[in-house]
Each structure stands twice: as structure tokens, then as C-alpha cells.
């Protein structure tokens, strides 16, 4: 009887389940963003956020692991540059990020768990919360890396790795102002195991603007505005870019500049540790 007594109290006492490692990693994440973005700034203050910052990587790689990808460098660091709740670059991908001289090359390596608890963080801003669904939305390339907005233009055709479940590829144009033009930064994601690959590569491919997809573009943007709505403007502006880019993916494989992209694309998953 004594036995059995001991037994339940050992069960009550033992926690239901062990935190994982990426929920360690989200717990210290997230005080250290409770942290700062309360705090008031101080030179003090940016020195703690360079240490924690650090901490975070330490934490990252182990993780994730080793990572060599071709053309890049061999140390990561988090790909979380900002604690600070609000600023600009707060809310990237949780990973280890990599960059080449100037960023014209960029990856992110994480987990499909850590990319699932992402996707759910940013569910409100209308990211897809199916991860292959997300991948093909031009929301997730928006907000993975970088503090410019992207604009995806077709999905380019690429083999997937026997050893990979999910391989995609993005044509599109990325910047801070008007994202109507010819794309150029071919972005690659690739999940093998529990690793989640992204590289993406700004100028990666020479386009070129489509007659038919320009007649498409003028024919939205000389259809009246709705003067009530005092965006009005943003939304006829809206519209016609999604038509516009609707029309490039379907004319796309027609074009010249096409095998090339693909190509590229292909050579750029190519990059990636997935054999």
C-alpha cells in the first residue's frame, strides 16, 4: 500500500511532459522580447540585446546543427535580428540565418516545428497555416527575411530530391516601393527530415515584362475608383497587381528568359544539403 502511495505521488509530481528544445528555444525568445521591448534604451540596453541575440544563436545551432551550404559562410546567427517588439525586422523566421558579402544571397535553416509555431505567430497577418500552402504564398517570402516587401510572380517548375518531402521555388521581385516590374530574386525552399532549407537570391535571373500582362495592368488601373473608399486608390493599385501578377505565372513558361529561371532554380536547390 505504501508502495502504491509512493508511485502516485511521483506521477503527480512529475510534469506531463518534458519542455522540447524549440519550445526552450520560444520560452527564452520570448522573455527576452518581454524584456526589451518594455525596456527604455540605453547603451546598456543594446550591449544586452547583442548578448541575447548571441545566446539565441548558441541555442540555434544546436538545433539545427552543422550547415553547409555552398557559397556561403559555415557559422550562422539567428536570423531573429531584433528583440524589439514593433521595430522594423522584428517577427523573421526562427533559424539560423546565413548571408553572403553584400546579401545578394541568403538561407535560413530551422525546423518544421519551429516553422509551424512561426506560421501560427503570424496567422492574423494572413499566412497560410499549412506549410506547403505557406511556401507558395508570397506572405511567407515577405516576412521570412529581410524588412522588404515581395511580390511573387510565377512558381518555377523544379525536381524535389528523393530524399527531400517538399521542394519549392518562387520568381519574384522584392523592394520597399512599387513591386510592378520584371522579377529577378528566385527564392528555393526545401524540407528534408525535420529541416527546413530557404535560400534566396536577389538579381539570380534576367526577366523581362509581358505585352499581354502590361494590357492587363492598364485595363485594372482605368477602372474608376470607389471615391467613398478613402483607399480607394490602394485597392484599384491592389487589384491590378494581383491580375498583373496572375497573368505573368500563366504566361511565364512561354517566355524566352523561362528555362533559364528554371534553371537557376534548379541550380540553386541544388546549393542545399539535401543529398
Known amino acids: 500500500m505504501k508502495s ?46 547583442e548578448a541575447a541575440l548571441k545566446e539565441l544563436t548558441g541555442v ?26 514593433g521595430e522594423s525586422g522584428f517577427g523573421h523566421l526562427d533559424g539560423l540565418g546565413f548571408a553572403s558579402d553584400g546579401d545578394k544571397m541568403q538561407a535560413v535553416v530551422t525546423t518544421t516545428t519551429l516553422l509551424t509555431h ?46 527531400a518531402s517538399a521542394a519549392v521555388a518562387v520568381l519574384g521581385l522584392r523592394g520597399n516601393g512599387d513591386l510592378k ?34 494590357r492587363v495592368w492598364k485595363q485594372m488601373m482605368a477602372k474608376p475608383v470607389n471615391k467613398k473608399d478613402p483607399g480607394g486608390d490602394m485597392a484599384r493599385e491592389d487589384q491590378a497587381m494581383d491580375a498583373y501578377t496572375k497573368c505573368f505565372a500563366k504566361e511565364a513558361p512561354g517566355q524566352s528568359w523561362y528555362a533559364a529561371a528554371v534553371k537557376k532554380a534548379q541550380s540553386q536547390l541544388d546549393l542545399l544539403p539535401l543529398q
Request: proline share 6%; glycine share 6%.
Open 118 to 163: 512561426w506560421l501560427r505567430e503570424h496567422r492574423e497577418d494572413g499566412m497560410p497555416q499549412e506549410s506547403g500552402a505557406a511556401l507558395k504564398s508570397d506572405r511567407f517570402y515577405y516576412q521570412a527575411i529581410q524588412d522588404s516587401a515581395f511580390a511573387k510572380y510565377a512558381e518555377l517548375p523544379i525536381t524535389k530530391p528523393a530524399s
Open 60 to 85: 540555434l545551432r544546436g538545433l539545427v546543427g552543422p550547415v553547409t551550404i555552398k557559397g556561403l559562410p559555415a557559422d550562422g546567427k539567428s536570423n531573429v535580428d531584433t528583440l524589439y517588439q
Open 181 to 214: 516590374g520584371a522579377p529577378r530574386e528566385i527564392d528555393v525552399v526545401a524540407i528534408k527530415g525535420d529541416k527546413v532549407y530557404f535560400l534566396a537570391v536577389s538579381d539570380a535571373v534576367k526577366t523581362a515584362e509581358i505585352p499581354a500582362c502590361e
Open 4 to 49: 502504491l502511495a509512493l508511485l502516485c505521488l511521483l506521477v503527480l509530481a512529475s510534469p506531463v511532459h518534458a519542455a522540447t528544445p524549440e519550445q526552450r528555444y520560444l520560452d527564452l525568445r520570448d522573455r527576452y522580447i518581454a524584456k526589451f521591448s518594455k525596456a527604455k534604451e540605453s547603451d546598456e540596453l543594446y550591449k544586452q540585446h
